[in-house]
């Protein structure tokens, strides 16, 4: 079973940036996705972006511009590059490995983001 982990979160103000990164305990061969999702407290989780096995890349309009999701296939690794902050930006934010009947969540990771 293939796990992901997160790091990389923090607190920060207003208008600065975070890295968050994303591991996989293994490569996963063929057709997959992974992506970022976040959950504020009192809220649903929400899908922040997207980066398929082909890198082709999908962003929620709140952080379109903003964020950038890339990834390290020889590292297994997934990356979103957090620019331009904001405080409603502050939530848990959880990795995700979608590959057929695989569907792996990580632990997640705290953001906050301070005016």
């Known amino acids: 079973q293939v796990q992901v982990v997160e790091s990389g979160g923090g607190s920060v103000q207003s208008g600065g940036s975070l890295i968050l990164s994303c591991a996989a305990s293994?490569?996963?061969?063929?057709?997959?996705?992974m992506g970022w999702y976040r959950q504020a407290p009192g809220k649903q989780r929400e899908l922040v972006a997207v980066?398929?096995?082909?890198?082709?890349?999908t962003y929620s309009s709140s952080v379109k511009g903003r964020f950038t999701v890339s990834r390290a296939n020889a590292k297994n690794t997934m990356y979103l590059q957090m620019n331009s902050l904001k405080p409603e930006d502050t939530a848990v934010y959880y990795c995700n490995l979608h590959a057929g009947r695989l569907d792996a969540w990580g632990q997640g990771t705290q953001v906050t983001v301070s005016s």
């Open positions: 980066i398929t096995s082909g890198g082709v890349t």
């Open positions: 293994a490569t996963v061969v063929g057709i997959y996705e």
